[in-house]
Every structure is written in C-alpha cells, then in structure tokens.
C-alpha cells in the first residue's frame, strides 16, 4: 500500500460528496447521476470518483456564468474589489497548501515536491493577478476637431477553460486569474484524469467571496463534456492547453459560433548546447527540463542538439545521469513518477518501440523502482542518440521521458535543426559568446528562448505560447490580460 498523507482534504474527496461539479455556487452530481472513477497513477487503485457530466451539466453552467456576468453582482464590481478576491483566494490556497500538494500528488502521480511546487506557482498566479486586476487601461486616441477618443479593455464574457491533466492547479490558476482579473466568468472543463484539485480551488474561490456563477466546474469526458462546452453558442471564448489534435476539434467547435480561441498545444523543444557552452551547468539543466513530471511538460526540452566537438563527452556524461534515474512512486518523491494513465504509458513505450525499431541508437535507459506497485503505470527514463532529424522521435510530442540527441555543426545548423519542426514553444541555447547568444536567440521560431538557462515550467510572469503547431494566443504575465479581454473605443462628438 502506498502512504500518501491523510489529510482532511483527501479524506472529504475520497467521500463522493467533495467530488462534484460546482454550478452557480452548488456542488451538484451530474443530472443523469454518472461518474467516473478516479485511480491513482502511482498503484492503478480507484481512490474517488467524480460526475460524469454531459450536454444539460454543461448547459446548467454556462446558464450560471451566463447570468453571473449579464446580471450579477460580479459585473458592478469594480477591479479593485476582484483584484482582491484572487488575492483572497492566493492566501486560502496558501493556508490550505499541503492539502492541494498532497492532492494534486495523489491524482497525477506527480512527485510531492512536484505537488508543492505546483501550489507555490498557483498562489503566485493568484497574488499576481490579483494585483494587476486594476492596472489595466485604455488610453486616448487624438481624433478630429471635436472629437474626444478613448479605449478600454472589455472582458469577453462566460469564458471556457479547458484544462489538461498534466499541471492541473498551474494551468487553471493562469486561466482563471487572468480572466477573472478581467471580469469574464468562468465554466471550467478540468480533464478527467485529474479533477480533484480544480473543484478544491473552485470551492475556496467562492469562500475568497466569489459570487456563485463566476466559477464555475463540470467535470467529465473530452468528447462528452468538453466537447459540450467548446461548441456552446453561450460561450464568448474558449482557452485550452492540450494536444494538437483536441486542439483543432475545439477550435472547429468554437468556430461554429465564431468565438475566439488562445491554444496551448505542446511543443519539442530544443536546448541548443554549443561547444563553448559551461557543459557542467547545462548538464542538470537538460536532465531536469525531461524528466520534471515524467516528461509531460507542454515546454519540456525534448531534443538536445549538441555541437559536433563536444557530442561524445556531452551525451557520455548525460547518458551517466541517464542510467542512475528512477521511476518511483509520487509519494517517494524520487526523480520522476508514473505516467498519468495506462493509455499515455501504452502511447510512450510504443513510441520508444518505434524509434528502436528504426535503428535510432538508445544510449542510456533509467529505471522503475522494484517497489513501484503492479499497477501503476510507469516508463524508465530514455535517451536516444544521434536521431535522424526527420525521425518520428524527432518531430512528435512523446510527453514522456524520453530525450532525443542530435550533433551539429556551426550556428546555421544549430538554428536549422532547433527550427526543424511543426512546433514553437521553448527553447534553450546554450554558450557563453554573447553575439552568439542573441543571433540564435534571434533566430529561433519559439515562445520563450533562454539563453544558459531553461525553465520549464516557472516564471508565472513571463508570456508564454507557441509559433506554428504549438498554437496561438499568449498566457502568464500582463500578456494574457490581453487575451482575456478586447479593446472597446469610445468616440464622443462634442463639437
Ligand atoms: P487532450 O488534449 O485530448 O486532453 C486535454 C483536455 O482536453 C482534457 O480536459 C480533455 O478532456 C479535453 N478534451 C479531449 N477531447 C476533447 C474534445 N473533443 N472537445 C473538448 N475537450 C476535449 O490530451 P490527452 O488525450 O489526454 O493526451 C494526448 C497527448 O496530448 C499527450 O500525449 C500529449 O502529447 C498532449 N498533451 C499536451 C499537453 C500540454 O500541456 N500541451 C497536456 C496534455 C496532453
Ligand atoms: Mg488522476
């Protein structure tokens, strides 16, 4: 059996009365009274379980955000006042930090220290936009003779978020704290693989005295819920971070009714290491920005393109580091836990089967402790190297531990490899000639470029968002306050 803390917040969510949607201020069961049950990546044990919503849950919230934004209290708030509700809700998750650790550890299979460090960002999110809630304004526009002109930032309305199962409290918290910032109204899509601590936060956000109907949380299935909710003519926007694949279907959905969409969609991104790079400082770097959550990091860095000079002692020392990791359970808080289900397992090893079974070289492979139970769904850590850069390895998400080297030769083909996919998330370049360092930075098609640095993850204000098939729009930082919000202008004819 695997301990995991016994917390009043587990205990309550482990009984179904803390697993329900939250509409309009209520915990409510699905109308048609279905669930799904919950287990626990780390053992494969059912531990809760939550409502398995359908098209009238989806249609009772958005009815609620509908009503909170058109007629609420909500709506005559001015920003100060929900400036200071996120930054109520920032100190409840804060004083309730151990519980949502523990949580969010026990429903992903994420680390413990993974689970906390989600919780410091969450509460960063909150404090953050809850302080940038009334430092957004327009500005005026000089016009005609006669004319007075100005611009204001306008919430969209009911907002729709829906949210992976990888960094469920980070990626709610940056969803719901811009929006709210802004004065939209939220329905909430969390996945069905990690609910738990989005109906907790969605509860405190009520006791940081949200008024019912502004946060709002139908759990379910993609395809049933999700899908409800993309397509919803009472839906103004709809944000999601997830696969390419979903990705396009929501925003088939959405455009039905012509809404506007921000799409996170996942990247391969490369940390670029040349010769002169300080390699000791780059070498946990690399190691880290894989094997944080198991590999499934939107922005994990994926491939390491290593100078030629410097490709055998580089991947050498990084397969050393390679070998010694270990897939443990969360609660053992080692390098890296399970996956988050049997089918993302099953989706991983065939990946890893594939590229073996196109001759791509394996040069280290990590292990799964002799303790971890039967039943959770673990992959030992592996690097692959040198990849062919037209490689399936090379060019798809695997949203596993999986890193795959390449060696090149020279800043051109630096750039041409780190550019050489459908995807624009993150990057990483690593050396210590300062041109260097910004005609690549310069060059590379990504979201966030570091330079002898990466931080997957972190840096809640810093805007965050791809190029090409790693979608559209821009999240964290000031930036999303603009996603969440359009511009209205104003003229006056005064004569
Ligand atoms: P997914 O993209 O299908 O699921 C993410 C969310 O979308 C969940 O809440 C899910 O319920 C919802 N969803 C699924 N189908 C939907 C639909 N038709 N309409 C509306 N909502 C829908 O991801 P999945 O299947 O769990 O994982 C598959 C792959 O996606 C992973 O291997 C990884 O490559 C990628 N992924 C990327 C993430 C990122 O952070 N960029 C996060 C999760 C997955
Ligand atoms: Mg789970």
């Known amino acids: ?250 925003q088939s959905a959405a455009a039905q009714n012509n809404r506007g969409v921000t799409m996170e969609l996942g990247g391969k991104s490369p940390q670029v290491i040349f010769a002169d790079a300080d390699l000791d400082a780059a070498l946990p770097v690399v190691v880290n920005a894989i094997i944080q959550n198991g590999g499934q990091t939107c922005s994990a860095g994926s491939r390491v393109l290593v100078e030629r000079p410097v490709f055998a002692e580089f991947t050498a020392e990084l397969s050393r580091r390679f070998a010694a990791l270990v897939a443990e359970p969360h609660c053992a808080d080692g390098d890296l836990g399970p996956l988050i289900n049997v089918r993302q397992a099953q989706r991983v090893a065939a990946m890893i089967a594939d590229a073996q079974a196109a001759g791509i070289p394996v040069l280290a492979k990590g292990g799964v402790a002799d303790d971890a139970p039967d039943g959770g769904y673990y992959q030992a850590p592996v690097l692959f190297g040198p990849v062919d850069p037209a490689a399936v390895l090379a060019q798809e998400e695997v949203f596993g531990p999986v890193l795959a080297a390449f060696p090149f030769q020279g800043e051109e083909e630096a750039v041409r490899l780190a550019n050489g996919t459908d995807y624009g998330l993150v990057a990483g370049v690593w050396t210590r000639d300062g041109g260097r360092q910004h005609r690549v930075a310069k060059r590379i098609r990504a979201g966030q470029v570091y330079v002898n640095g990466y931080g997957a993850g972190g840096g809640i204000e810093l805007p965050f968002g791809g190029f090409g098939k790693s979608g559209h729009g821009r999240e964290k930082g000031f930036e999303a306050l603009m996603d969440m919000s359009a511009t209205k202008t104003t003229i006056f004819n005064h004569g």
């Open 1 to 250: 059996m695997l301990k995991t803390p016994d917390t009043k917040l587990l205990r309550t969510v482990a009984q179904d009365r803390a697993a329900l949607n939250i509409i309009a201020g209520k915990m409510v069961g699905a109308q048609s009274g279905a669930r799904i049950e919950i287990a626990c990546p780390s053992d494969g044990r059912v531990f809760a379980s939550i409502p398995r919503s359908g098209q009238s849950d989806v249609d009772a919230a958005v009815r609620a955000a509908r009503q909170a934004f058109d007629a609420g209290p909500w709506s005559r708030m001015t920003a100060t006042e929900r400036g200071r509700i996120l930054t109520r809700l920032g100190e409840l998750v804060a004083e309730n930090r151990d519980e949502l650790a523990a949580l969010e550890s026990r429903d992903t299979g994420k680390p413990a220290r993974q689970g906390a460090a989600d919780v410091a960002a969450t509460i960063r999110y909150y404090e953050y936009y809850g302080g940038a809630a009334d430092k957004v304004h327009g500005s005026q526009i000089p016009f005609l003779d006669g004319y007075t002109v100005f611009t204001t930032r306008e919430p969209h309305g009911v907002v729709a978020g829906i949210i992976p199962w990888n960094y469920p409290l980070q990626i709610l918290a940056r969803v719901a704290g811009a929006a709210l910032a802004m004065g939209n109204t939220l329905v909430i899509k969390p996945a069905e693989d990690a609910s738990l601590t989005t109906i907790r936060i969605a509860e405190l956000a009520l006791e940081a005295g949200c008024p019912p109907g502004v946060f709002n949380v139908v759990t379910g299935y993609g395809g049933e819920a999700g899908a409800a909710l993309a397509g919803h003519p009472g839906v103004d926007y709809v944000t999601f971070t997830g696969s390419p694949a979903t990705g396009t279907a929501i």
